[in-house]
């Protein structure tokens, strides 16, 4: 909003002094008020969902859990992620591949048949991470994580062929070319860090010839790409190797997230810092699809497979309501430049750095161990509320959309970086009690609603209300919680409206409604035509 600032001249006089600080007390005020104005019959198009094309997951064996299962398939129920993508589907807890006393290679599919069978029967899809590398196959003893993921190169690129391509070919013939077709198989993952791969960005490129090639020679059209990089390293250079040795790349996949000191940090010890840039995240996003539109191949696909606010296990912002705020303020910042944004991950059932000692400790997921909401959840529940046509919104921190019986939803946010900077890691600002301060009234005003009966719902996140990790501070951080306790959490922080009414609507009235906004509120308006 742009605000007319009176100019004034200083005489020295107290009463002008007095008059001037009661002009900055009034603009303050103005500039509190928000305005979001709608109109019923104006449309943008379909509404665009690639915020839940894919979801993230930490490592395949997990996925053979009952718990994660049960989980995955509520998230799918309540968000409606089409695709999952994780780590470790090659490693040895997978039981994927050994040799025999001659060297010959043996391969074994079972437990991924369990785990996809079981993706494809809730209608989710694979959003195929090729790696770590079997013992068996690994070059050296490098490994990453608890569960020793092995991060060397094949020590013989042709039996790392022979493996994709005996695998692709198993994919086929269990599944069909069909529904191999609609995947996606990504090689390797962030491998321009030392910690995840051992080689060269030139033994990377060699690693994708070979993948690629494997995978195309089962069906030219199963959909091949990478590099899978951190901080969205690598892009013009995958596209330059591709095209100058004529390789097939069908799309380019990299990560991104919005913390700027920590590297890596799997036990959370050196400590983040949420950075206060306001474009962190969503910069590296559209810097990708600027690159690839400039590039050689312009029409790939951009799927950034990894984002979030921070990249540790062991960072209380994801717990925080914050978190709620900031999931959107990127998704809404990003547009068409992307294909997917897989958050990272849908589930605290991670251990990258072992089993969770604490029920709120930080870590990446969506739900908790005990299946308790975090903010973030609502975030993507909210939004796949939302219906399939957009209308236009000059709000830039909201959507606004119906669906095709007239029911209107109107998902807006408040999105304000309260971390102090440099002086305090987020692993000591997040875990206190922050409250929120007042951004003043939204007024909602939407013409053109055709006449009728309305049921009104209004959902919110904020703090203290769809809050666990507020919920649990009261308890006393409690290192095991029982029962009764889950219970009392989850009943607070439940998702439901705070409030319903009914609406009634004329003809050539505009609806009209006014709202409190605090920091990092996220605010859903539901009306349902009756």
């Not at 089409?82 to 997978?94: A, E, F, N, S």
């Not at 009943?491 to 709202?515: H, Q, R, W």
Request: proline share 4%; net charge neutral.
């Amino acid at each position: 909003m742009k605000t007319n600032y009176l100019s004034l001249i200083i005489l020295g006089s107290l009463f002008v002094a007095s008059t001037f600080a009661q002009s900055n007390s009034n603009n303050k005020s103005i500039l509190q008020e928000r305005v979001i104005s709608l109109d019923f019959n104006k449309i943008k198009g379909n509404f665009n969902t690639m915020f839940k094309e894919c979801i993230g997951a930490g490592r395949a064996n997990e996925g053979l859990r009952a718990d994660w299962q049960q989980q995955l398939a509520f998230v799918k129920k309540e968000c409606d992620f089409k695709y999952i993508r994780m780590h470790g589907l090659l490693t040895d807890d997978m039981g994927v591949y050994r040799e025999d006393k001659n060297g010959n290679p043996e391969y074994n599919f079972q437990y991924i048949d369990v785990l996809y069978d079981y993706l494809l029967s809730i209608e989710m899809k694979p959003f195929v991470e090729l790696g770590f590398m079997p013992a068996a196959l690994a070059s050296g003893n490098q490994t990453i994580f608890w569960w020793k993921g092995n991060v060397t190169p094949p020590k013989d690129y042709k039996k790392w062929e022979d493996l994709i391509r005996n695998l692709t070919l198993h994919f086929t013939e269990r599944y069909g070319a069909d529904e191999v077709k609609t995947w996606y198989f990504e090689v390797w993952n962030e491998p321009n860090l030392s910690v995840f791969w051992a080689g060269t960005q030139e033994e990377y490129f060699k690693l994708y010839m070979h993948t690629v090639k494997a995978i195309k020679s089962v069906n030219k059209e199963y959909r091949v790409g990478g590099p899978a990089t951190a901080g969205a390293a690598w892009v013009p250079e995958m596209i330059n190797f591709c095209s100058k040795n004529a390789l097939p790349l069908d799309f380019i996949s990299t990560h991104s997230y919005g913390v700027k000191q920590g590297y890596l940090d799997e036990f959370g010890v050196s400590g983040t810092v949420l950075d206060k840039n306001p474009m962190s995240v969503s910069g590296d996003i559209l810097n990708s699809h600027k690159q690839i539109a400039s590039s050689s191949m312009p029409n790939l696909e951009l799927h950034y497979t990894e984002w979030s606010s921070s990249y540790t296990p062991f960072d209380p912002i994801h717990d925080s309501y914050h978190q709620a705020a900031y999931v959107l303020e990127k998704i809404k910042q990003v547009g068409n430049a992307a294909n997917s944004m897989s958050y990272w991950v849908f589930t605290d059932i991670f251990e990258e750095a072992g089993p969770r000692f604490t029920p709120f400790h930080g870590g990446f997921g969506l739900l908790n161990y005990q299946t308790i909401h975090k903010p973030a959840f609502y975030s993507f529940k909210f939004m796949n509320i939302l219906g399939n046509i957009e209308l236009i919104n000059t709000d830039t921190c909201s959507w606004a959309c119906k669906n095709a019986i007239g029911n209107i939803q109107l998902l807006f946010w408040d999105f304000t970086n309260t971390h102090p900077g440099d002086s305090v890691n987020n692993q000591v600002y997040y875990i206190r009690d922050l409250p929120a301060k007042s951004k003043g009234k939204v007024k909602i005003s939407i013409s053109g609603i055709p006449e009728g009966t309305y049921a009104l719902e209004i959902y919110k996140v904020g703090y203290h209300i769809n809050d666990p990790y507020s919920s649990y501070l009261a308890l006393n951080k409690p290192k095991q919680l029982t029962k009764q306790q889950v219970e009392q959490i989850k009943k607070l922080n439940d998702g439901s409206p705070v409030s319903n009414e009914i609406v009634k609507v004329k003809t050539d009235a505009a609806f009209l409604k006014e709202l409190d906004l605090r920091e990092n509120d996220v605010f859903l308006l539901n009306m349902i035509k009756q």
